[in-house]
């Protein structure tokens, strides 16, 4: 939020540019919704919700931004990877405990299988950031390369207008 903000007049000048922000389908896990009565989860906090938290800000995030930059020639995209192979749970068993390492093993087996290589991991977030004609597509959110819908929550407009308001404070903008 801060650097995007910090790099508002240079996009605004070199345009036409973009900012891609990099979410994922778990902006619709969690609670679903933003916390803002406690938004650093200090008295809720687990790991899932706060990465499912901060995801849907990313979302809520591109859709506020997009309605700020619409006529500058700055466009917005929020994006699922996907399921990627990558060390990403190498780290969970600290905070997940003993179940997590006991399911680990599997979880890996699985990813392996079914999930996507880096190479293909990365290609949606290539695609927002240099596909032409994606103009129109501005504040949409992307998996596969395509637009797809997100969570409701994540269309919630007065939601990320309070959020934006509230990262604006937090990070000294306002």
């Not at 933003?34 to 687990?46: A, G, M, P, Q, V």
């Not at 706060?50 to 700020?68: G, H, M, P, R, W």
């Not at 949606?124 to 501005?138: K, Y």
Request: glycine share 6%.
């Amino acid at each position: 939020f801060l650097l995007t903000n910090l790099l508002l007049d240079k996009l605004k000048k070199s345009a036409p540019s973009r900012v891609v922000n990099v979410s994922s389908n778990a902006h619709q896990r969690g609670t679903g919704k933003i916390n803002f009565d406690d938004i650093n989860l200090e008295k809720s906090y687990t790991p899932m919700n706060a990465y499912a938290q901060s995801k849907l800000a990313n979302v809520l995030f591109t859709k506020e931004l997009d309605q700020k930059l619409k006529g500058t020639g700055v466009t917005t995209y929020s994006l699922h990877p996907g399921v990627i192979e990558t060390e990403l749970q190498r780290n969970m068993d600290a905070a997940y405990g003993w179940a997590f390492t006991l399911v680990k093993p599997l979880i890996r087996v699985f990813v392996s299988l079914l999930g996507k290589t880096t190479r293909q991991g990365a290609q949606t977030t290539i695609h927002c950031a240099v596909a032409e004609g994606l103009e129109e597509s501005s504040g949409q959110h992307f998996a596969d390369c395509t637009p797809k819908e997100p969570s409701k929550e994540a269309q919630d407009k007065e939601a990320a207008k309070k959020l934006w308001e509230l990262s604006e404070e937090m990070v000294g903008l306002k």
